[in-house]
């Protein structure tokens, strides 16, 4: 290999490490990151649910919800993203026409989008008492971020060098966290819940990248973005860690409940290869090269309050929810992933070590959530009719000259609404989300994404100490649709296995009910007439005592 290859090696496997630094983080929550939210029930009602966790999915919205499910619960859900993110870069490529290699030279650049098609996530989740606790609740579950984790943009478009190529180009990930949970009701007013997440996450990401040769201003490469000095690269990699959720619930009445659970911010450290699927200027493929990324996820919190509305008979009739949530992104990626590289095919000291920041640059976000639903019994069952909508403000809003195509970040205004059907221990949900994104500018002169050259030890900058060139000012324009669908079986109640109650005897005061009590009563949302049905609240004459 001549000296001349030896930058297209480097940097072709740098950039394979920055993509997956950049698309590390695929276990962000929202702030532009996921389009909210996981559970069908809790979609339908546009992501307000930590006041409510009345299915498995507390597992992740609010543990502390577990401790009002009696019995034994089995929960599969999932959903389809389909999301439509597009790029229209300004300017036209520095190419010049005459060039045989380079034909578009001085054309506009075509606009990209992902191509990747929906993305589905499951979501699976059992709780128990053991037929045997009224104030004790335990749950099993794995479930991944509410995101897409296979986005995928073109390396070309109509015979053309796509202009998003430098950023990404298809990272495929898979995030997972199996989840051991509890739910504890303290006192018949405070339920309290915690959870321990296993967080593991497999990534296989390919991106191209520019090489700088070195070799001068009539050199072949002397363009920063000359398509045949590009280079093909992957990254495989896998990482794990831990987080911890913890919830609570208080009822300060019978229709009204107060809800917030907190996330542990997660530290990421992920091991694997870099390969070079395709070297630029017909040189030789190097050897692949051990990489690790390390990057943080934020603390996240939610907090809700819920009105519950119930007729003479007990019955709840519906009920409306608002929901707020907080995540510290410019704590976790103020500056962004780093990236390292121990060693790189057969070259000298000049491929060992290499370090690489990816600048993220993100803000603090917050999203505010509401919903609710309207429950109607029929002679088979009860019908739920629910209802919502969800404001997400971006991670890069104060910042737009971050902007880029790794993570949709756009602000992301929704309106969602869903449907439930419980029947005989069996519970049957669909729900619908549509999700609207303000339309993004970088103006020509503010972009601040730049590609990284990796034979400058992943600065970006060119052999000469000059900056590259910014890729990512132009618009940015998203849109997406989100379709759920689960099933919540009873057991108990399918068995014909329900047990009557046992009250404990200092809560609030409230007497133990008649036997005949939890036959008789009717069912609230999502649950039919059965012994699991959540106690009686004490009459507001107890409270008042």
Known sequence: MSPTSKPPVHRAAAAALILAAVVGPRDARAGGFEMPDNG????????????????????????????EQRGTRLLLDGKWTASSYEFQRFGTFPDNPRDPATPWGGAMYPKVHDVGGPFFAPFLAATTDFGT??????AVGVFGPSGVG????????????????????????????????????????LDLGLGLHYVYGSFALTSTSFVDLGDGPTGPCKNAEYQPCDSLSRVDATGSSWAGTAGVLVHPSRTVSLGASVRTPISIDARGTATVLQAPLDQPIPAPGQATLHTELPWYARAGARLAFVDPDGFETGDVEIDGTYET???????????????????????????????????????????????????????????????????????PSYTRLDFDTLDK??????????????????????????????????????????????????????????????????HTEMLAVGLVAVFDEVLGSQRARRWHDG????????????????????????????PPRPRKSDWDD
């Open 329 to 399: 992104w410019h704590e976790a990626q103020g500056t962004g992933p780093q990236i390292h590289i121990d060693h790189l095919g057969p070259a000298g000291p000049a491929f060992d070590d290499i370090d690489i920041t990816v600048q993220h640059h993100y803000n603090d976000t917050f999203s505010i959530r509401a919903g609710g639903a309207y429950n109607q019994r029929t002679t088979l069952g009860v019908l739920s009719l629910r209802l919502g909508a969800y404001y997400d403000k971006s991670a890069t809003a104060d910042d």
């Open 133 to 138: 606790f009224d104030w004790l609740t335990v």
């Open 150 to 189: 296979d986005r995928t943009y073109p390396v070309g478009v109509r015979g053309a060098p796509a202009a998003s190529r430098y950023d990404v180009v298809q990272p495929s990930s898979i995030i997972a966290l199996p989840t051991l949970a509890v739910g504890i009701k303290a006192t018949d007013w």
């Open 40 to 67: 069908t029930e809790a979609l339908g009602r546009g992501g307000a649910f930590v006041a409510k966790a009345s299915d498995p999915t507390a597992i992740q919205y609010n543990p502390a919800g577990l401790a």
């Open 507 to 534: 809560w609030a005061g409230a007497a133990p009910p008649p036997p005949h009590a939890e036959k008789s009563a009717p069912p609230s949302e999502s649950q039919e007439p059965k012994a699991d049905a959540p």
């Open 413 to 478: 205004i929704a309106g969602t609404v869903g449907v439930g059907f419980s029947w005989d221990g069996f519970t049957l949900n669909v729900a619908y989300a549509e999700v609207f994104e303000p339309v993004r500018t970088v103006e020509p002169g503010q972009g601040n994404v730049r590609p990284i050259d990796g034979a400058q030890h992943g600065a970006t900058v060119d052999s000469q100490g000059n900056p590259l060139p910014a890729v990512n000012e132009g618009i940015y324009t998203g």
